[in-house]
């Protein structure tokens, strides 16, 4: 084990700004330092992401709020996550640390901001590692037709193999950083080979006038956002969105253990959003066109096909037999590699999230221990797969696994917290360095601070929308009053009040940190 000496817990916070500033190195954490080029850690970046899973499982109800205009609202939550990740690639190269927005906003902003910027990213991971383990899990059994467990997502089969799919994930992570990242690699090819596929020949079946009734041309008013959908519907379909772009800063959390850790992980997040981009409005220009929005069929509005509208379409767009069967359970394995690859990177990222704040003094040290041989933070690695696999077996028994789908909604309040606190975080350090140049009042000031108060008020709105019972898919009653509110909020805010908490035990248990 590596740690830094103890007179550096005894800077002040204006000594550490100041030796970030003068591009000063912070000592080693015992990591596989230049493990990764540019293209792997682009294939990180956009790998945890999960295009296929987070697109079978949110694109129908972001129909279901705005119809025709789904390209727009992908076009229009792009903008502050970009805006964020000129945030996140200043600050990589200002300060290149495993911890991101904790190391960052507790350096710049304060201690305290910092910690909560890092329980954010802690309690988003963990609360979606169940639904990844659980998608994972049952697709397994669609894969070889068993649907009569796979469609149902509580099944005791199906949490088996979600688990087993997480243990094999950490495992994988265990190894080193040089053998998750080639998995990724094989997984993102046939993630994004498959995708592309799908939405090309979805709409060569539109174009060509094969495709079933209620298909539509793709129109340039799809990009329109002040067409049709309500102001109201259009935002909560923005909110929904920013959940699909999440995952893409795994590039900077790994910045340690990547060759030019100053420049390489803030460029490979901010391509991976580019790249993202073009994904997502090919795969929703070709799912609108192909499935429509309507409520019955393979239609998008259907309830029945909420959960996974690649699964509800992929036969009617390749075919029930021969080469079209193949084509079909290839994009079964899509989401099934989809949902395991972001599992994967979800311990990777977490991991070293812990690594840096056990590093710094704010979490046990026990943390903080990096395995001789294989140079990952082994102790952190196996306790976030320990943790994830106690939240997943929790809130699969409770609801009837429907609280995992809760759980994944209050991941946003999470994110647009942590995201745009990482954007005023950027404003505030730079706010002195915008006579330098054009482009750095913009890309280190002005566009991350847009970006961040725009995702602050996103989280604000979507937890605030939350307490509508009929937003989430359970509710709970309130002490007391017997107000039902919906499940979503309570996991949110839960979460919110649960960090709020650790950071008073933390503040008591490690006060060094806190008192820079």
Same mark, same amino acid.
């Given at each position: 084990m590596t740690g830094k000496p103890q007179s550096s817990q005894a800077l002040t916070a204006a000594q550490l700004r100041t030796d970030v500033a003068a591009g000063g190195e912070f000592a080693d954490k015992g990591l596989r330092s230049g493990a990764l080029g540019m293209a792997a850690s682009l294939i990180l970046a956009v790998a945890s992401a999960a295009p296929a899973y987070s697109l079978a499982a949110t694109l129908a109800f972001i129909v279901g709020y705005v119809g025709f205009q789904a390209p727009a609202v992908v076009l229009v939550a792009f903008i502050p996550i970009l805006f964020v990740s000129f945030g996140y690639a200043a600050l990589n190269r200002r300060d290149p640390d495993c911890g991101t927005i904790f190391t960052w906003a507790s350096r710049v902003l304060s201690p305290s901001l910092g910690f909560l910027g890092g329980w954010a990213i802690i309690a988003s991971f963990v609360l979606v590692v169940g639904s990844l383990a659980q998608v994972a899990g049952q697709y397994v059994f669609l894969l070889f037709g068993a649907d009569g467990i796979g469609s149902d997502p509580a099944n005791p089969w199906v949490l088996l193999a979600g688990l087993g799919w997480l243990a094999l994930m950490t495992l994988i992570c265990y190894r080193g950083i040089e053998i998750a990242a080639a998995v990724q690699r094989a997984l993102l090819f046939l993630e994004f080979g498959m995708l592309l596929v799908l939405s090309v020949v979805a709409l060569v079946r539109v174009y060509t006038g094969t495709a079933p009734t209620g298909m539509q041309r793709p129109r340039l008013s799809w990009l329109n956002p002040f067409s049709g959908a309500s102001p109201s519907a259009f935002v909560s379909g923005v909110v929904l969105m920013l959940f699909i772009y999440w995952g893409r800063e795994t590039a900077i959390t790994v910045n340690e253990e990547t060759a030019d850790r100053r420049r390489t992980p803030g460029r490979s997040a901010t391509y991976s959003t580019l790249l993202l981009l073009g994904v997502y409005l090919l795969a929703t220009f070709a799912a609108v066109s192909f499935a429509g929005i309507g409520d019955s069929g393979i239609g998008l509005t259907n309830p029945d096909n909420s959960g996974d509208v690649f699964y509800a379409f992929g036969t009617a767009v390749f075919g029930a037999g021969g080469f079209g069967s193949v084509l079909w359970h290839l994009l079964i394995l899509m989401v099934l590699t989809s949902a395991a690859a972001s599992t994967e990177t979800t311990v990777l990222t977490l991991s070293r999230t812990v690594l840096s704040m056990a590093d710094q003094g704010a979490l046990p040290r026990a943390l903080a221990r990096v395995h001789p041989r294989f140079r990952i933070p082994h102790v952190g690695t196996i306790a976030v797969g320990v943790v994830g696999a106690i939240v997943y077996i929790a809130l699969n028994f409770l609801g009837h696994g429907l609280v995992i789908g809760d759980a994944v909604s209050a991941c946003g309040v999470m994110i647009a917290f942590y995201y745009g606190l990482t954007g005023l975080t950027s404003a505030w350090a730079h706010r002195a360095e915008w006579r330098t140049s054009a482009a750095d009042l913009w890309l280190r000031t002005v566009f991350p601070a847009i970006g961040g108060v $725009?995702?602050? %008020? %996103? +989280?604000?709105? =979507?937890? /605030?929308? %939350?307490?509508?019972? #009929? =937003? =989430?898919?359970? #509710?709970?009653?309130?002490?007391?009053?017997? @107000?039902? $509110?919906? +499940?979503?909020? $309570?996991?949110?805010? &839960? #979460?919110? /009040?649960? &960090?709020? /908490? @650790?950071?008073? @035990?933390?503040?008591? @248990?490690?006060? %060094?940190?806190?008192?820079?």
């Amino acid at each position: 084990m590596t740690g830094k000496p103890q007179s550096s817990q005894a800077l002040t916070a204006a000594q550490l700004r100041t030796d970030v500033a003068a591009g000063g190195e912070f000592a080693d954490k015992g990591l596989r330092s230049g493990a990764l080029g540019m293209a792997a850690s682009l294939i990180l970046a956009v790998a945890s992401a999960a295009p296929a899973y987070s697109l079978a499982a949110t694109l129908a109800f972001i129909v279901g709020y705005v119809g025709f205009q789904a390209p727009a609202v992908v076009l229009v939550a792009f903008i502050p996550i970009l805006f964020v990740s000129f945030g996140y690639a200043a600050l990589n190269r200002r300060d290149p640390d495993c911890g991101t927005i904790f190391t960052w906003a507790s350096r710049v902003l304060s201690p305290s901001l910092g910690f909560l910027g890092g329980w954010a990213i802690i309690a988003s991971f963990v609360l979606v590692v169940g639904s990844l383990a659980q998608v994972a899990g049952q697709y397994v059994f669609l894969l070889f037709g068993a649907d009569g467990i796979g469609s149902d997502p509580a099944n005791p089969w199906v949490l088996l193999a979600g688990l087993g799919w997480l243990a094999l994930m950490t495992l994988i992570c265990y190894r080193g950083i040089e053998i998750a990242a080639a998995v990724q690699r094989a997984l993102l090819f046939l993630e994004f080979g498959m995708l592309l596929v799908l939405s090309v020949v979805a709409l060569v079946r539109v174009y060509t006038g094969t495709a079933p009734t209620g298909m539509q041309r793709p129109r340039l008013s799809w990009l329109n956002p002040f067409s049709g959908a309500s102001p109201s519907a259009f935002v909560s379909g923005v909110v929904l969105m920013l959940f699909i772009y999440w995952g893409r800063e795994t590039a900077i959390t790994v910045n340690e253990e990547t060759a030019d850790r100053r420049r390489t992980p803030g460029r490979s997040a901010t391509y991976s959003t580019l790249l993202l981009l073009g994904v997502y409005l090919l795969a929703t220009f070709a799912a609108v066109s192909f499935a429509g929005i309507g409520d019955s069929g393979i239609g998008l509005t259907n309830p029945d096909n909420s959960g996974d509208v690649f699964y509800a379409f992929g036969t009617a767009v390749f075919g029930a037999g021969g080469f079209g069967s193949v084509l079909w359970h290839l994009l079964i394995l899509m989401v099934l590699t989809s949902a395991a690859a972001s599992t994967e990177t979800t311990v990777l990222t977490l991991s070293r999230t812990v690594l840096s704040m056990a590093d710094q003094g704010a979490l046990p040290r026990a943390l903080a221990r990096v395995h001789p041989r294989f140079r990952i933070p082994h102790v952190g690695t196996i306790a976030v797969g320990v943790v994830g696999a106690i939240v997943y077996i929790a809130l699969n028994f409770l609801g009837h696994g429907l609280v995992i789908g809760d759980a994944v909604s209050a991941c946003g309040v999470m994110i647009a917290f942590y995201y745009g606190l990482t954007g005023l975080t950027s404003a505030w350090a730079h706010r002195a360095e915008w006579r330098t140049s054009a482009a750095d009042l913009w890309l280190r000031t002005v566009f991350p601070a847009i970006g961040g108060v $725009v995702l602050l %008020a %996103a +989280g604000t709105w =979507s937890l /605030v929308h %939350a307490w509508d019972p #009929s =937003s =989430s898919g359970t #509710s709970w009653p309130l002490p007391f009053t017997g @107000v039902e $509110v919906g +499940g979503t909020f $309570v996991i949110g805010a &839960g #979460s919110l /009040v649960l &960090g709020l /908490v @650790v950071l008073l @035990v933390c503040r008591r @248990v490690y006060p %060094a940190f806190f008192r820079r």
